[in-house]
Structure formats: C-alpha cells, structure tokens
C-alpha cells in the first residue's frame, strides 16, 4: 500500500513519535539525553517548530508541536536525526540508522485534543512503568507545564495560556486534569490515528483537514460499498 502524503497545514498541533529500529534503545544514559534534548531544541527553533509538550523515553520519544512552515517537521527531524545518529554511533561504535523508517504523526483538533494529548505524552513513563507520577520523570515537559520549572524547549499553545489569568493558577489547573483518568478508548484512538496518519478530531474537524490538506483524514469504510 502506498504512503499517504504528509499534511502540511501551518501552525495546526500535531503528535509526533519517533522510533528506534526494531525497538532498540535510542538513548543509553545520561549524556544522550542531554545531547538529544540540546539538538532538538536547537533543530526545533532554526525550523520554526513549535513544541507544546514531549517526553523522552529510552527507544522512541513523543512531541506535541506546531509547525509554522509546511516544512518546520520534517526539517526539524531530519536535521536533529543527522546530528544525534553521528553522536551515537560515534559513542557506541555502531553504524547505520537508529531510526524505524518515517516518524509517525497525526494533526489534531486543538480544542479536543491538545490538553489530552499533552496529558497523553507526559503519562508515557507511567503507563511504561518507569516512574509512579510524571513529576518523578526529568526527560518530559510536566515540569514546566504542571510546575513552572524553566524548560527553553518549550511554547505555550494558546489553550494552554488560557487556562487561568495567573500563571500559578495555570499549573494547577494543569495538574488537576490528571485526576482524571485518559481513557482506554482515548488512548486507542490517540493511538490509531497517530500510527495511521489520519486526523485526531470528530467528522466536523476531518473534512476541514481533508479541504485543507488535499487527502483524505479518515480511514476508509472496510468491505465493499453498499451497491445502490
């Protein structure tokens, strides 16, 4: 089955993940982090790419970003790819790509989705069971938007902004949204529509996409059309 083409809608939220190959570790200790995190940051911004929330985890890591150019993505990827890849098979004598093909991403409905799907992102150590609460976890965007520590990696999206007049009313009503629990379908549908490439939204939102785009955003109906 071909590839569809990637949507290049400016400055429309989209979840990204990129994979390490055959689900190998990507990032060992420490160092790679760091180093990772520096080269995102600097990919991000020499790309216009906005980043809302992220999280890093050992074989693939999650964003929640805004291009500003139809470009601002995969620039970003590739240029942050090129430098991390030489870095790693440097440090660990290896060769060849880390990288399993293309970075999956879905483009999502703001107002639907960008809050549970911030929540999405920065829950990942969890569902992973490496930590009992985000907070416990250095390598995501929860200690910026749940506490206010300083992150350079990270722009407000403006729904985020509008959670409350003051900023440390802002964190805690960020922090009160993960009382509530995502739910197993939210994060089916998170996840379908991420892997397959089809917009994050209700019908509404996917043929505003599907104009704007110029394909389709939803998965086509499965069996044979109902003859008329």
Not at 39 to 48: H, P, V
Not at 84 to 108: D, M, P
Not at 114 to 124: G, H, K, T, V
């Amino acid at each position: 089955m071909a590839r569809l083409p990637r949507y290049t809608i400016k400055n429309q939220p989209q979840h990204i993940i990129q994979r390490g190959l055959n689900g190998q570790d990507i990032l060992i200790d420490d160092e790679d982090y760091e180093f990772y995190w520096e080269c995102l940051l600097n990919s991000a911004q020499n790309n216009r790419l906005k980043i809302h929330a992220y999280v890093l985890m050992p074989d693939h890591v999650h964003l929640l970003a805004s291009p500003a150019t139809g470009q601002s993505i995969p620039k970003t990827l590739q240029s942050l790819g090129r430098k991390y890849v030489q870095y790693f098979n440097n440090k660990y004598a290896s060769s060849g790509t880390l990288w399993e093909g293309r970075y999956r991403a879905t483009i999502l409905d703001s107002k639907e989705y960008l809050l549970i799907c911030s929540r999405y992102i920065e829950l990942n150590p969890v569902r992973a069971g490496m930590v009992k609460h985000p907070r416990e976890y250095d390598w995501c965007s929860y200690g910026y938007n749940a506490m206010g520590y300083e992150d350079p990696l990270i722009t407000e999206h403006r729904l985020y902004s509008q959670l409350a007049t003051r900023r440390q009313q802002s964190y805690q009503v960020y922090r009160s949204l993960f009382k509530k629990r995502i739910s197993a379908a939210e994060l089916q549908t998170i996840r379908d529509a991420t892997n397959k490439g089809w917009a994050l939204g209700d019908n509404k939102f996917a043929t505003k996409i599907e104009k704007m785009g110029g394909r389709r955003a939803t998965q086509l109906p499965r069996g044979r059309p109902l003859l008329s």
